[in-house]
Structures are given as C-alpha cells and as structure tokens.
C-alpha cells in the first residue's frame, strides 16, 4: 500500500476512534466532560471548554443544549463557519423559544456573509421581541456589511433616539457614517458614545479613524512603468488634502511625468490639479469636481492644456448604485502625453446592482473624442461585470470590456477599429484594518483585436497585482503595488505581443 493511504486510513482510524469513544461514553463520563467544559469556559480557556464540549455533542447530542450551543459559538469565534451553522441550526431547533440562539446564528450568518439568511433570523426575534438590543444591533451590522448603509444608519438613529445612553448603538452608528463617507457626522455621533463610556473600545477605536480623515494630510505617489516596446514612464506627484465641516474635502497636487519613447531621450511633462468632493449630510450622494493644466511644452504642437471634470454618484434605493460624469484629460499618459499633446473628451455612465448580498452585476459605457496634433476621433467603450463575494476580502469576477475606434490611427496610439477582453478574475485583501496591507489579484482573458476590416486577432491575457504595504495607525501608511499584464497597447500589430508592467509606491501622512 502506498504511504498516502497508509495515512488516509490513519486518519479515517483516528477519527472514527475518536466518534465512536464518545458516542460508547457512559452518562457518567458526559456529565464529568460537561462540568470540565462549564469550568473551562468559566476561565476562558477556549480551547479546553472546546475539546469537552465538542465530545458531549459526538456523544449525544441532546444531552446538553448548553454544550451543543457553545460548540457552535466557538466554532464561529474561530471562523469555522460551515459546522458553527450547522451547531446553531440544531441548537435552535432544541430550543425555538430562545432568542439568544437566534441571535447566534444570525450573526454567524453574517460572518459568514450569508445576509439574506441572517437578516431573515434578525427579522424572526424581532417580530417577537421588537426591543431585543443584540438583535436590532446584530441586524444593522448585516445591513452595513451587506453595501445598505442607508437601512443600517436608519435603524440605528431609531434605536438612539429612545436608548440614549447605549454606547455601543451610538460608536455602531459613528462607524456606519464613518464607511459611507461623513466622518464630521461620525465624530459627533462618537462622541456621544465617549460621552455615555469613555472606556467604549469600539468608539474609541472609531474615534481615532475619525480624527484621521477629519484632519490635513500629505500624499505622495511614486510609479515608473515599462512595457515591451521600450517605452517608459516615472511619476511623482505631491499633494494634500484638507476635510471640511461642510460635507466637502479639498485636495491639491502637483506631479511631473518622465516619459521615454524607445530609444530618444526623456520628456518631462508636469501638471497640477484640483479637486474638490461634497457630500450632503445623511445622503449617500456625492459630487467630485476637478481643474487642472497639463503642460506640453515639450510635445509636437503642444503648450498648457486645461483639465477639468465633474461627477456624480450615490445610491438609488438599497440595491442600486448609479454614477455618471464629463471630463477633459491627458489621453494616454504612456506615450501620447509626451509625443502628442493629446487631450480625451469624455462623458461615462456607471450603474451597479446588488442581486444578493454576495452576488452583484455591473454595466458601464462612456463615449469619448480625442483630439490634438492632427488626431480627431471618437471612442466608445462598454462594461459588464458579475462580481461574487464568497466572503469578505475575497472577490471572483467575470467581466467583458470592449473599446471600438472611428477610425484605427496606426503609429499614434493603440486605436484598432475594435478590442474587446473577456476576463475571469480573483481578489483578495486582507480585511483588518491596521498593520500589515495585502491583497493580489489574479486574471485570465481572451482578447481580440481588428483593424479596419481586418480578420479578429486573438490571443489569451493573463493580468497579476500585488499590493503591499504597512499601516501603523489611522491616516498613516505606506503601500506598494506591483502590476503586470499581457494585453494588447500601443504599437502592437498582434493581440498577444504587448506586455506592460509597473511598479507604484503611496504613502500618506495625516497630521
């Protein structure tokens, strides 16, 4: 027999020796294991209270519902999700009057990103108990995590209204308007907290986040980028942001842009920008604006080129995402930016949908000019996306792109008469919110590429990024990304032969 299933059949020995000594213990050697566990958990030895409960519940499980529901509590504290369900599910049913076990696994529903599921457990101890505290908070966490902030603020500020002094509501509060985006409004609500227990962890720790993005900071951004025809690019760019009382965040920056195209030497291009973001109290809407110069001095036909844009987004009921904007901006900052001064005309459309609470579908679309040295044509692209959350920090996507020129402009920029990408992708980032930051994706795709009325071009696309970085406190941090990708680009004649890489640093310094 070969080693592995030597093993394999170790381990189903193990296993079933394990099962069936608990399942032959005596009621004697059950009350003994339970008493154990009650003493374990007692002292908060989670482990021990584990391993003699869990022997309980192989034993018989309807000797104790107490070890049957601190078995599924301990499974869920240690993100075994799938046997936490499992535990909780069966608790309930020993005990459909207590509302505690409800609770439960509502909550670990919710851990388990399994919204729909948890919210209806939420909704089911509520209609018997409209007050119950853990189940109204519970509730309004599933609807934070689930993108309905909106539904999530409103139950808390109901609740507040007649719990004043609960600290807990008022710093969960403060953190839902602190995610959507209104940290002066979160203050207020946290210090409302502070003011009810000083010692509230989670306001506290709320509290630090909203003195972060309430107050000045300095921004720096590094990247140098490469791809396979020579070209290549370095980007600083220093700026600051400033938040203020009035729903509105300001920012300015400079940056200056090293462009080499083959073998000629570096252009400069430098630039400035302004940008300004209002968001009305208690709105999930908000409006961006910007105005800025690019200086082309160095480009054929170039000189001072205006910058500006203006959009809109916010939420239109629960489940609906809408934003749409205008813009004037550099066109393709690689090579065009330095060799011909060219500027993109562009009005976009993007709208969102939550089919569930892990499932989301997404379309864009924008219609675009590009204009300057000479070059006059209109761009069309279009969007669609399937996104699904198996839990958070980790995302799966299908989406397809497609871009179709007016008109193909060989030897200028990557203009075909139509490119399209159909992509599988996965994301991850580690959710926590101080310490270490790191995330990848992965992707694979099948692109096409045809000129004028040429045959389609394929080719398979694979795409990697990785993201790492340190974030010792809130406002301060520092990230890099490495990104690389096998797509079709400028000066490509085939879909398969354009690769593109770079490497970005970003720090932030809140004072």
Not at 22 to 48: F, I, K, N, V, Y
Not at 49 to 72: K, P
Not at 410 to 415: K, L, W
Not at 447 to 460: A, K
Request: hydrophobic fraction near 45%.
């Amino acid at each position: 027999m070969s080693w592995w299933k030597c093993a394999a059949a170790g381990l189903v020995a193990v296993c079933w020796t394990g099962t069936a000594a608990a399942q032959q213990a005596p009621l004697s050697e059950l009350a003994a294991r339970l008493a154990a566990g009650d003493s374990a958990w007692e002292r908060d030895d989670h482990p021990a209270a584990f391993a003699a409960y869990d022997f309980v519940v192989r034993a018989d499980s309807a000797y104790s519902a107490r070890a049957l529901f601190r078995v599924g509590l301990l499974h869920g504290w240690s993100n075994r999700f799938t046997p936490a369900l499992a535990a909780l599910r069966r608790y309930v049913r020993a005990e459909p009057n207590d509302l505690d076990g409800r609770v439960a696994l509502a909550r670990t529903h919710a851990w388990a990103s399994r919204y729909v599921e948890s919210l209806a457990h939420y909704d089911s101890v509520l209609a018997r108990d409209a007050t119950y505290r853990d189940a109204v908070l519970g509730r309004a966490q599933a609807l934070a995590w689930s993108n309905r902030l909106g539904a999530a603020e409103a139950a808390l500020a109901q609740w507040v209204t007649t719990h004043e002094s609960d600290a807990e509501a008022w710093a969960t509060l403060g953190q839902f308007q602190r995610w959507r985006g209104a940290p002066f409004e979160a203050e207020q609500s946290l210090q409302r907290a502070l003011a009810v227990d000083a010692s509230n962890a989670t306001a506290r720790e709320q509290f630090a986040w909203v003195r972060a993005e309430t107050r000045p900071a300095a921004l720096v951004t590094m990247v140098t980028g490469e791809d396979s025809e020579q070209n290549a690019f370095t980007l600083v760019e220093i700026g600051a942001t400033l938040p203020t009382r009035r729903a509105g965040r300001y920012s300015a920056s400079a940056r200056n842009r090293w462009v080499q195209i083959g073998a000629a030497p570096a252009v400069r291009v430098p630039g400035a920008l302004v940008v300004g973001q209002w968001q009305r109290p208690a709105s999930t809407w908000s409006l961006r604006g910007e105005l800025g110069v690019v200086d082309y001095s160095a480009a054929a036909n170039g000189g001072l080129r205006e910058r500006a844009g203006l959009r809109a987004s916010g939420a239109a009921g629960a489940r609906l995402r809408f934003a749409a904007g205008l813009g004037r901006e550099p066109f393709d900052e690689l090579a065009s930016t330095a060799t011909r001064a060219l500027m993109l005309s562009v009005a976009d459309v993007d709208v969102s949908a939550t089919v569930t609470s892990r499932l989301s579908v997404g379309v864009a679309a924008s219609r675009g000019t590009v204009l300057g040295s000479g070059v006059d044509v209109g761009r069309t692209t279009a969007l669609g996306a399937l996104r699904f959350a198996p839990r958070r920090g980790v995302q799966l996507a299908l989406t397809h792109r497609y871009v179709s020129w007016d008109a193909p402009q060989y030897g200028i920029f990557f203009a075909p008469q139509a490119w399209n990408l159909s992509e599988a992708s996965a994301s991850w980032e580690r959710t926590a919110d101080l310490g270490l930051v790191v995330g990848g994706d992965l992707a694979i795709g099948a692109q096409g590429v045809r000129f004028e009325q040429g045959p389609v071009d394929r080719s398979i696309a694979p795409r990697a990024a990785m993201r790492l970085g340190y974030r010792p406190q809130p406002g301060r941090e520092l990230v890099g990304a490495l990104v690389y990708a096998n797509v079709a680009g400028a000066g490509a004649t085939t879909a398969g032969d354009y690769r593109f890489g770079a490497l970005t640093i970003a720090g932030r310094w809140t004072f």
